[in-house]
């Protein structure tokens, strides 16, 4: 590590990041929850969707950001359907850093830990809705051929793990639609 990194990079370096365990479920609920609360575009539910995510057998990876032995961030894949079809894409999300350790580099840590678990997975690609502001960094771009219906576009973004954008129309897993 060089000095060069700023504060925040010297207080992410001190997070470990790893695959979530039985252990983690019930914190990891309440951070979710914590994490979206009283967000705008939050449906008070994602806490609900992990595990739904989870029950159903869909969620490929997930991560902890765990500090001291205190979960302090989330999240969490799933594979998408492509125009009805498994193609080795995924989605991401939820993402959640606890509302008191956000802008420390956390979710951008879990971000780049999740990604690049998904490449060994046999990835092709991986979607999120989100906001490009912070996607963007990862390389993650709205593709005008890979859609998503019933959102803004500009917040629908995908990104190439093998460098192939598909075209069609993605489908998260049922558990993101069902109300959970
Ligand atoms: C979004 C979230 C996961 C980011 O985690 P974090 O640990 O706070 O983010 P980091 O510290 O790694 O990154 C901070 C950077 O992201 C930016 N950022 C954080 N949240 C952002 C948001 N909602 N929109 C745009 N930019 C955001 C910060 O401005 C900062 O940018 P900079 O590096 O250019 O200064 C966290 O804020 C969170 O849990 N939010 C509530 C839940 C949520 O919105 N999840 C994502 C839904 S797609």
Known sequence: MTGSEGP?????????????APQDF???RVLVAEAFGGRPYSNRREHLLVDAL????????????????????HVAFSPVRIDGRLRGWYGLGPLAVLPDRQGEGIGQALVRAGLARLAPLGARGC?????PAFY??????????????????????????D???????????AAFSEGT
């Open 8 to 20: 925040l990079a010297a207080k992410a370096r001190e997070i470990l990041i790893r695959d979530e």
């Open 26 to 28: 019930d914190a990891v």
């Open 54 to 73: 989870r029950d159903a057998g869909a969620m490929t990876l997930a991560l902890v950001a765990e500090d001291r032995g205190e979960v302090v961030g």
């Open 127 to 131: 979607v999120l809705l989100g906001d």
């Open 136 to 161: 963007g960094r990862f390389g993650f771009a709205v593709q005008p051929q890979l859609r998503l219906d019933g959102v803004p576009p500009e917040y629908f973004m995908a990104l190439a793990l």
């Open 163 to 173: 460098g192939l954008v598909p075209a069609g129309t993605v489908a998260y897993h």
